[in-house]
């Protein structure tokens, strides 16, 4: 299953198209999409409805083209690890 998701991972990509935002979707198999031969995950209900109401805006023209563009979430840690 891990390798048909989509480039978004886990990330919602209704939220990113809308505001830009990494909100990680919810594992529940109800608020996820088979599209296309991928899985896409979603924040919420109204999220799902939107991407289902037209899921070509969300899919195509995205601003990072592979999972190499999602920024990395650091623990603090790390965060001050690598800041020193």
Excluded at 33 to 46: I, K, L, M, R, S
Excluded at 59 to 64: A, K, L, M, Q
Aim: with cysteine; aromatic share 16%; net charge neutral.
């Amino acid at each position: 299953m891990k390798e048909a998701l989509s480039q978004f991972n886990y990330y919602c990509p209704v939220t990113w198209k809308n505001t830009k935002d990494l909100v990680k979707g919810t594992h529940d198999p109800e608020l996820c999409v088979f599209y296309e031969n991928t899985f896409y995950y979603f924040y919420g209900e109204a999220e799902k409805h939107m991407f289902l109401d037209n899921p070509q805006r969300f899919v195509n023209n995205i601003i990072f083209s592979s999972e190499k563009g999602i920024p990395l979430r650091l623990k603090p840690h790390k965060a001050s690890e690598i800041v020193s």
